[in-house]
């Protein structure tokens, strides 16, 4: 219930897959209905599977792995050529088209049922734009403060997940609602203070740098809580996926959605570190 390129898959959300007990019930059907049945099926049908392996083979975390390195490295490609090579007169522009482009294409793509691999980098390679914009205009303001940005949002990630695993942590169906409910909220206080901003009208809720507000430091504590969450969400349902034998495809499903979540993340990371430096 939180991001929507797992939302919309019936794959990561448990419902393509019969669970044991509902196998075991079709088994037990299908025996009492063959001639001469005398309470045990035929030899060898034990060994059938749940669930018949998709054509294309099954996803596995390698798959997931290995996947979202590879878009994260076309965020960081784009994401480095627009750093070095865009004249600052163009930032404002590329954040303002990009960040539009890549919000339609995470709906356009989320909502298929077959994720496009092509859709997935070019998200990976807009959203590099957006991260290169963005991130050039606060190392212009604040020297070395985009590597410490980078740093920290992989440190965060690792962090979450090793909480994640070691800890157990159960994503229940109240916490799914919590963190969707939160995210939504969050959401479109950022697009009424998008449109504001466009009008030029100056909110004082996302600020930059010291002279950032109370306000300004709450709302990007609470992003960063509500991405980490997000990602929380996020591993929960590839191990979902893999424990209904996705289709192998469905492993960019996975890249593309940690790849939302970790630049959402690395967004307000760096809106934090630059509300402590002058």
Excluded at 140 to 167: E, N, P, Q, R, W
Excluded at 253 to 268: Q, S
């Amino acid at each position: 219930m939180a991001n929507p390129i797992f939302r919309n898959s019936e794959t990561f959300n448990g419902r393509t897959s019969p669970t044991p007990g509902q196998y075991q019930q079709t088994q037990g059907q299908w025996a009492q209905q063959q001639p001469g049945f005398q309470g045990q099926p035929p030899q060898g049908y034990q060994q059938q599977s749940y669930q018949q392996a998709p054509a294309g083979g099954v996803m596995t975390l390698d798959d997931v792995i290995a996947k979202t390195a590879a878009t994260l490295l076309v965020v960081f490609i784009s994401a480095a050529l627009t750093f070095m090579f865009m004249p600052p007169t163009l930032m404002g522009p590329a954040l303002i088209v990009s960040a539009l482009v890549g919000l339609v294409t995470v709906f356009m793509v989320a909502r298929r049922r077959v994720i496009p691999v092509g859709g997935v980098l070019f998200y990976a390679a807009v959203e590099g734009v957006f991260v290169g914009a963005f991130s050039k205009m606060f190392e212009m303001m604040y020297s070395d403060i985009v590597f410490t940005a980078v740093l920290a949002t992989f440190v965060a990630a690792g962090a979450t997940l090793a909480a994640y695993k070691f800890f157990n942590i159960r994503v229940t169906q109240k916490f799914r609602k919590m963190v969707f409910i939160g995210t939504a909220a969050m959401a479109g206080v950022f697009l009424v203070n998008f449109v504001l901003a466009l009008a030029g009208i100056d909110t004082g809720i996302r600020d930059i740098g010291s002279k950032a507000g109370m306000v300004s430091i709450l709302i990007s504590v609470l992003a960063v809580g509500l991405a980490v969450f997000n990602l929380i969400i996020d591993f929960d349902y590839v191990e979902r996926g893999i424990a209904s034998k996705a289709p192998a495809s469905e492993s960019w499903r996975a890249a593309f959605g940690i790849t939302v979540t970790m630049v959402w993340l690395y967004v307000e990371i760096l809106r934090i570190l630059s509300y402590f430096r002058n």
